[in-house]
């Protein structure tokens, strides 16, 4: 870790969920430069490297190539592979898996209407395939497969057991978007260190905090071939982060506790007897369940109805009044 995170600390994660399969992480302070060297690093691999499933084949009765058209079905062959590509899948092993859908009733065909094998789950159920007409029947293989990267429809080997079988596309890719921004950000008087903040996407067949955790160990792996021995070379200009985490929760402990302050505004008493509670230095609900009976009574303005009305109050926020 860089020398000057012994005097900045140790970069902090703040995690921001905006939907199960949508985080915006945000990383700081880092020294100079070093925001655009993680945030490219890590975009790079997010983009290029994450496993995921897709569908890379489809056989449809009498039909040999994707330039075909079928009848009673309103798109084209061609078309209908490009639906299927829309088609999110999630999927627990690497072999090859066989998806099947068979209509014969008119109207609108959706992924939900594929049936999946044990270990294969379709994500994006709504998506479009094709539309049947009346009097037609429909029915299709798929093959779904799990990989990286992308291949070509062209670059897949031609399966010659089965000559009907058009090759698709494969994004194997789960990740949709990664977006990374790098501002300034200022600890103390230092005001040119780096605050990154990465966006991250994907299908829903993987969250966003293991796609940045696939990422930094892909990184790790390739990063430690360099120094396998893991000799320290330069010591005195390197950070040790046990010692900076242990040098900070030390800092933290020395640190005051800083007791909360709930207003008792909050909870709807009388003028009369929020008042004589403010006027008695008690503010908080914190103060107030500190206090006995005996202290309140005392209070000037505080009568048995007021007492009442504190009791009820605290009782309606799971809380009493002190016994001591």
């Known amino acids: 870790m860089h020398q000057i995170q012994e005097e900045i600390g140790v970069p902090r994660i703040k995690t921001e969920k905006i939907s199960d399969s949508h985080y915006v992480f945000t990383m700081s302070p880092l020294p100079t430069g070093y925001g655009l060297t993680l945030g490219n690093a890590l975009r790079r691999v997010l983009l290029s490297s994450l496993p995921g499933a897709c569908i890379t084949g489809v056989k449809i009765g009498g039909v040999s190539h994707e330039y075909s058209t079928v009848k009673g079905v309103k798109d084209s062959v061609l078309d209908i592979t490009l639906n299927l590509k829309e088609i999110s899948l999630k999927k627990d092993t690497k072999e090859p898996s066989k998806l099947t859908l068979s209509v014969a009733k008119p109207g609108k065909i ?37 990989g990286v990267g992308f291949i070509p429809a062209n670059h897949k080997p031609v399966d010659e057991a089965d000559p009907s079988l058009i090759s698709i596309n494969a994004v194997f890719s789960p990740v949709k978007k990664v977006r990374y921004e790098v501002e300034a950000t200022r600890v103390g008087e230092m005001t040119n260190l780096d605050k990154l903040t990465l966006e991250i996407m994907t299908d829903g067949s993987i969250s966003p905090e293991d796609t940045l955790k696939f990422a930094s160990n892909v990184l790790q792996s390739y990063f430690g071939l360099f120094n396998e021995e893991k000799v320290m070379v330069e010591s005195d200009f390197m950070s040790d982060f046990d010692s900076i985490v242990e040098k900070e929760q030390e800092e933290e402990s020395k640190k005051p506790t800083q007791e909360a302050y709930t207003p008792i505004e909050i909870l709807g008493f009388s003028p009369r007897t929020l008042n004589a509670l403010i006027n008695g230095g008690i503010g908080s609900i914190e103060q107030l369940s500190k206090c006995t009976e005996s202290k309140l009574v005392n209070l000037r303005g505080f009568g048995k109805k007021a007492l009442t009305e504190v009791a009820n109050a605290l009782e309606s926020k799971g809380l009493t009044l002190s016994e001591e």
């Open 110 to 146: 959706y992924a939900k209407d594929i049936k999946c094998p044990t270990g294969t789950e379709i994500l994006t159920r709504d998506a479009y395939i094709t539309t049947l007409e009346k009097g037609a029947k429909f029915e299709m293989e798929m093959v779904a497969e799990k």
